[in-house]
């Protein structure tokens, strides 16, 4: 299951990428914001999608707040969450592959839905490595 959040800058591109869920029949759940119009506090959207992400070891966030920052340091406050700002798609892919993220931040006021889409398919259809790759996640 893929688990959206975001704050009122990350909303627009929540949207966005929720209809290319939509559209690909992907399940997602949207635990808020719900809207821009309000200034409110990522670090309860991240906090409450970190509680989905992990009711199901399948599961994955995606979360969007201005610049990305600021759900990264909320998200991984959860020993875990291994949350990955994800700018490219080499990034996401090597997040996933390399480092078995469970979820992905992306900045919403920076990043357009084009390119954001993008990174969302690769970072979805990248399986972790393991290996040494293991070894390294365990000393996390």
Not at 63 to 91: D, E, H, P
Not at 99 to 108: H, S
């Amino acid at each position: 299951m893929i688990i959206l959040a975001s704050d009122h800058a990350g909303y627009a591109l929540k949207e966005e990428i929720k209809k290319f869920l939509n559209k690909e029949n992907i399940i997602a759940i949207d635990v808020g914001c719900y809207s821009r119009e309000l200034a409110d506090d990522y670090p309860d959207y991240a906090k409450a999608a970190n509680t989905k992400v992990l009711e199901d070891p399948r599961n994955v966030g995606i979360y969007i707040c201005g610049t990305g920052v600021g759900m990264s340091i909320a998200a991984n406050r959860n020993a875990k969450i291994r949350a990955a700002l994800c700018l490219s798609t080499n990034v996401a892919e090597l997040a996933r592959a390399q480092n078995d993220a469970n979820v992905l931040v992306l900045p919403g006021r920076s990043m357009k839905p084009k390119k954001a889409i993008k990174i969302v398919k690769v970072f979805l259809t990248t399986d972790f490595e393991g290996g040494r790759h293991a070894r390294r996640l365990k000393k996390l």
